[in-house]
């Protein structure tokens, strides 16, 4: 059974930074590309950013590009993204998911997402 467990969320102030962990059971995160989205109330799930499977890029939204950073400890089977110099305009619920297979290429839109996480809140207060 493959679940995905963000933690990392929190109260900070504009500026700050944060660190979220999407820790991965049930597959092998290395093997997989690996997606972060954001939502808001009222509002649909927005792509945040993704790493691509094995040793491939990552890429960003761009109004995270510059401050947002996604890497993967392959030991740990867990993928961060490192948020610095956060703004208000970022406070969400934050997902990471995973395709349903292995070596697929993580998309922009949800629909090419299998597996998602529960979501952890961040607040940015200005």
């Known amino acids: 059974q493959v679940q995905l467990e963000e933690s990392g969320g929190g109260l900070v102030q504009a500026g700050d930074s944060l660190r979220l962990s999407c820790a991965a059971s049930?597959?092998?995160?290395?093997?997989?590309?690996t997606g972060w989205f954001r939502q808001t109330p009222g509002k649909e799930r927005m792509f945040v950013g993704a790493?691509?499977?094995?040793?491939?890029?990552?890429f960003y939204e761009d109004s995270v590009k510059g401050r947002f950073t996604i890497s993967r400890d392959n030991a740990k089977n867990t993928v961060y993204l490192q948020m610095n110099n956060l703004k208000s305009e970022d406070t969400a619920v934050y997902y990471c998911?995973?395709?349903?297979?292995?070596?697929?290429?993580?998309?922009?839109?949800?629909?090419?997402?299998?597996?998602w996480g529960q979501g952890t809140q961040v607040t940015v207060s200005s």
């Open positions: 049930g597959l092998t995160v290395r093997l997989y590309g």
């Open positions: 998911a995973v395709p349903k297979n292995i070596a697929s290429a993580p998309g922009r839109d949800e629909s090419a997402y299998e597996y």
């Open positions: 790493i691509t499977w094995g040793g491939g890029p990552s």
